[in-house]
């Protein structure tokens, strides 16, 4: 079974467009993320949510909405993309918002604007 | 600013040789610490972490780290790699809830 699980996989789309991806985990965790990895490898914190509600929000552009129906799912809506968004795209989890947590990392999900 | 670095951007090893992978951060306080491997078109799995207690710690795949506390160093070594080690490797520090990550290093092991 995937613990975290994210789709798509891939994502090619042109500027302009909005579009979504859809994280799941079945880990039983109480805190999500997600993360933005660019294409020097470099991974950022974009968001955090705890039992639903928003903990962390980096300085991300309000095109970027997560939403967090229940403390399994994680989405993540972009308005309007701009070329500069293109990167893989992860999801994660953990226990709780404890330090000691470690995080459960998706697959990712490869996103190109054209 | 308070950051994680990893020096080392791309490390290239003979199968059989021994690696060290250099991590600073400049966090002050208590720190969590991590090192994540993302090996080739897959996500971030954890191979070891840092809390408390004994500076040397033992991950899975023969991966160790040492946290000098007086060097804020947290240091990736594995005594002999195998061509399955090549991948991007990852440090990391857990503070206000975040994971803070260093910028990567690639390691690239010759068979």
């Known amino acids: 079974d995937t613990a975290v699980s994210q789709t798509p996989k891939y994502l090619v789309t042109q500027m302009g467009n909005d579009k979504s991806i859809k994280c799941e985990q079945n880990?039983?965790?109480?805190?999500m993320y997600w993360y933005k990895q660019d294409s020097k490898k470099f991974l950022k914190i974009m968001f955090s949510y705890n039992n639903k509600e928003l903990i962390i929000n980096e300085t991300v552009p309000n095109r970027f909405s997560p939403k967090s129906p229940d403390k399994a799912h994680l989405n993540l809506h972009i308005n309007s993309l701009e070329l500069g968004d293109s990167a893989v795209y992860f999801c994660?989890?953990?226990?709780?918002?404890?330090?000691?947590?470690?995080?459960?990392f998706g697959n990712g999900t490869r996103l190109t604007v054209t | 600013a308070q950051s994680v670095s990893q020096h080392n951007h791309h490390v290239i090893l003979s199968e059989a040789a021994s690696l060290e992978l250099g991590c600073n951060y400049s966090?002050?306080?208590?720190?969590?610490l991590f090192w994540y491997v993302q090996y080739p078109g897959q996500h971030l799995q954890l191979l070891l972490k840092?809390?408390?207690?004994?500076?040397l710690v033992k991950g899975i795949k023969g991966f160790e780290a040492e946290f000098i506390k007086s060097k804020f160093s947290f240091n990736l070594r594995k005594p002999s790699v195998q061509w399955s080690d090549t991948a991007e490797y990852f440090c990391?520090?857990?503070?206000?809830?975040?994971?803070?990550f260093g910028q990567g290093t690639e390691l690239s092991v010759k068979p």
């Open positions: 990391a520090v857990k503070k206000g809830g975040k994971l803070i």
């Open positions: 994660a989890s953990s226990q709780d918002t404890w330090v000691q947590s470690p995080l459960h």
């Open positions: 840092y809390f408390s207690g004994d500076p």
């Open positions: 966090y002050g306080g208590t720190v969590n």
């Open positions: 880990l039983g965790h109480d805190t």
